[in-house]
């Protein structure tokens, strides 16, 4: 299985941004996908997560902003709107199959203030 995040960029506050994370190989539809973030001196966190079924949960501080969807097992998307300065991170999308984590290379987004 392999990830390749992209569509990351450079955005003025209060603007939008949309992720997408491309799945290849043998990947299972039943998945559940992720996108973390990683802003510079801080911790990885989970941003927000995707079932199968389509059912989705946020971290609160991205709460009515971005919207998480996928359009079948492949491709997973992550619609970023009203953007703030911390929101500046490099942005990750993951699976777990196997027992085995599975992460794109980051895509970086940054928030001009």
């Known amino acids: 299985v392999q990830l390749q995040a992209s569509g990351g960029g450079l955005v003025q506050a209060g603007g939008s941004l949309r992720l997408s994370c491309a799945a290849s190989g043998s990947i299972f539809s039943e998945n559940v996908m992720e996108w973390y973030r990683q802003a510079p001196g801080k911790q990885r966190e989970l941003v927000a997560i995707?079932?199968?079924?389509?059912?989705t949960n946020y971290t609160d501080s991205v709460k009515g902003r971005f919207t998480i969807s996928r359009d079948n097992a492949k491709n997973t998307y992550l619609q970023m709107n009203s953007l703030k300065f911390d929101d500046t991170a490099v942005y990750y999308c993951k699976t777990t199959q196997g027992r085995v984590d599975y992460w794109g290379q980051g895509t970086q987004v940054t928030v001009s203030s």
């Open positions: 995707i079932s199968s079924g389509g059912t």
